[in-house]
């Protein structure tokens, strides 16, 4: 069974920075696309980012595209979402997910519980 745990969020203020980190379990890791997604209050869940198996693609929606950055470390079993010039409108649950193997961004069949970024001075 594929387990994601989510670490990092934070209180911060606007133009702050947070860097996020998604640790993989149950799975062989770079076998796996991991994608960030982020959930405010009273609105849908959205997919943010997504960062290819071997890390060698990358995508990134349009709000936070130049501000944020994602990256994996195969060794450590992690990806982290590295946030800067963050915005009231980032507040939001973060949350990682992943497919199954060899299966690319954008199928989700695993999720993390979460962590909570609120960008508020």
């Known amino acids: 069974q594929v387990q994601l745990v989510e670490s990092g969020g934070d209180l911060v203020q606007p133009g702050g920075s947070l860097r996020l980190s998604c640790t993989v379990s149950?799975?062989?890791?770079?076998?796996?696309?991991i994608g960030w997604f982020r959930q405010a209050a009273g609105k849908v869940r959205e997919g943010i980012s997504c960062?290819?198996?071997?890390?060698?693609?990358?995508w990134y929606e349009d709000a936070v595209k130049g501000r944020f950055t994602i990256s994996r470390d195969n060794a450590k079993r992690t990806v982290y979402l590295n946030m800067d010039n963050l915005k009231p409108e980032d507040t939001a649950v973060y949350s990682c997910?992943?497919?199954?193997?060899?299966?690319?961004?954008?199928?989700?069949?695993?999720w993390g519980q979460g962590t909570q970024v609120t960008v508020s001075s």
């Open positions: 149950g799975s062989t890791f770079e076998n796996h696309a």
């Open positions: 960062i290819s198996g071997d890390g060698a693609h990358t």
């Open positions: 997910g992943t497919g199954k193997e060899r299966q690319p961004c954008g199928w989700y069949d695993y």
